[in-house]
Nanobody, 125 residues
Framework: QVQLQESGPGLVKPSQTLSLTCTVS??????????WSWIRQPPGKGLEWMGA???????YYSPSQRGRFTISRDNAKNTIYLQMNDLKADDTAVYYC?????????????????WGQGTQVTVFS
C-alpha cells in the first residue's frame, strides 16, 4: 500500500500562489490506472474533490475550480504537485493527497483508499 505525505506553507495571503507537494512512497506514481488526486476539506464542511492526474499526464479537474488549480507530477521524484493561483479566503482548508485505482475515482472522495495525513492551508490578510 502506498504512503502519501503532503507538505507546503501553512499560511498564505489572498491573491498569492501556493504550491503543495505530495511525496509518495511504497509504490510508483507511474503505476498503471492509478489516479492521484487532491481533495480538500474546508472548516465545518465536507470533502471536496479538486482534481486528479493519471498516467500519460492526463488531468481531471472539478468544474468548480475555475482554472485556478493545476495538478502535475514528477515521475523521477515520485511526487505529485498542486498549484493554486489567486488564493481566496474560501481556499482555507485541510488539503489531502489521495490515490486509488481506476477512473471511477474521479470526482468521488469516497472511492479513494489511500490518503495522506493532510496539510492545513490558511489564507489570511
Amino acid at each position: 500500500q502506498v504512503q502519501l505525505q503532503e507538505s507546503g506553507p501553512g499560511l498564505v495571503k489572498p491573491s498569492q500562489t501556493l504550491s503543495l507537494t505530495c511525496t509518495v512512497s511504497g509504490g510508483s506514481i507511474t503505476t498503471n490506472s492509478y489516479y492521484w488526486s487532491w481533495i480538500r476539506q474546508p472548516p465545518g464542511k465536507g470533502l471536496e474533490w479538486m482534481g486528479a492526474i493519471a498516467n500519460g499526464d492526463r488531468t481531471y479537474y472539478s468544474p468548480s475550480q475555475r482554472g485556478r488549480f493545476t495538478i502535475s507530477r514528477d515521475n523521477a521524484k515520485n511526487t505529485i504537485y498542486l498549484q493554486m493561483n489567486d488564493l481566496k479566503a474560501d481556499d482555507t482548508a485541510v488539503y489531502y493527497c489521495a490515490a486509488d485505482w481506476g477512473p471511477c475515482t474521479v470526482g468521488v472522495p469516497a472511492m479513494y483508499g489511500n490518503w495522506g495525513q493532510g496539510t492545513q492551508v490558511t489564507v489570511f490578510s
